[in-house]
C-alpha cells in the first residue's frame, strides 16, 4: 500500500509565501516523476510544477518564476515553494506521484488535496 501526505496548505495575503510538502509512504520499490496539480472551483484539474527522479523541473507559464519544485529523494518527499502569492493561485494542491512498489508496477498516486487560500 502506498500514501501520499500532503501539508503545508492555508490562508495568505496576496504576495506572501507558502510551502506544501508531500511525503510518499509505503510499500515503495522507485519513485520517478513528482509533481503538483492544482484545482479550483468550477474549472479543471492543471498541472502546476513536475521534477523527474533526476530532479529536473518543469512548470507551467503561470506559476513560472514564483513557485519553485524541489524532491528529497532519501525521504521520498517532493515540496512546492509559493511565492509571491496571487488571488488567482487560490485552489486545491494535489501531489502526484509515480511510483513503482515493491510487488507491483508503476502507478500514479494522488494525494488527499491540500487548500491554498490567498485573499486579496
Known amino acids: 500500500q502506498v500514501q501520499l501526505v500532503e501539508s503545508g496548505g492555508g490562508l495568505v495575503q496576496a504576495g506572501g509565501s507558502l510551502r506544501l510538502s508531500c511525503a510518499a509512504s509505503g510499500s515503495i520499490f522507485n519513485i520517478s516523476a513528482m509533481g503538483w496539480y492544482r484545482q479550483a472551483p468550477e474549472k479543471q484539474r492543471e498541472l502546476v510544477a513536475v521534477?523527474?527522479?533526476?530532479?529536473?523541473?518543469n512548470y507551467a507559464d503561470s506559476v513560472k518564476g514564483r513557485f519553485t519544485i524541489s524532491r528529497d529523494n532519501a525521504k521520498n518527499t517532493v515540496y512546492l515553494q509559493m511565492n509571491s502569492l496571487k488571488p488567482e493561485d487560490t485552489a486545491v494542491y494535489y501531489c502526484?506521484?509515480?511510483?513503482?512498489?515493491?510487488?507491483?508496477?508503476?502507478?500514479?498516486?494522488w494525494g488527499q488535496g491540500t487548500q491554498v487560500t490567498v485573499s486579496s
Open positions: 502526484n506521484a509515480v511510483i513503482r512498489g515493491i510487488a507491483t508496477t508503476w502507478k500514479s498516486y
Open positions: 521534477i523527474s527522479s533526476g530532479g529536473s523541473p
